[in-house]
């Protein structure tokens, strides 16, 4: 019987730093970095998306204008920016719109960032 209460305790210290870790990468985590997304003074990252294996597209907003970039370990890329009225749509009517109508409008702006940035 001796032998047992070291074993809980051991099993007990190893619950407890489990459930720490839990926590602090759930919820400590989160909130030192200002929640998911970046927040600045002027700079603000309102969306990301990824697109690949360690590649992601990020919606930044630099004071009033938006701009497109893409995130790989190799660097950020300024794809272009984005038109206003395309989240001044959304913003107006939440929820008025179907996935298939934003994803189109998005598919839309997305290729004029692309056009261009060819030029």
Avoid: H
């Avoid at 907003?61 to 300024?78: D, H, Q, S």
């Amino acid at each position: 019987m001796k032998e047992l209460g070291p074993l809980l305790w051991a099993l007990f210290v190893t619950c407890l730093i489990l459930a720490l870790a839990y926590w602090f990468t759930r919820y400590g985590v989160g909130s030192m970095a200002g929640g998911r997304l970046g927040r600045g003074r002027y700079i603000t990252v309102l969306e990301q998306i990824p697109v690949g294996k360690d590649q992601r597209l990020l919606l930044v907003k630099v004071g009033e204008r938006l701009y497109l970039y893409g995130a790989a370990p190799g660097g950020f890329t300024n794809l272009g920016e984005v038109p206003q009225e395309l989240l001044d749509d959304e913003e107006s009517t939440p929820g008025s719109k179907s996935n298939a109508a934003i994803s189109e409008n998005f598919a839309q702006a997305l290729r004029r960032v692309l056009e261009q940035r060819k030029r």
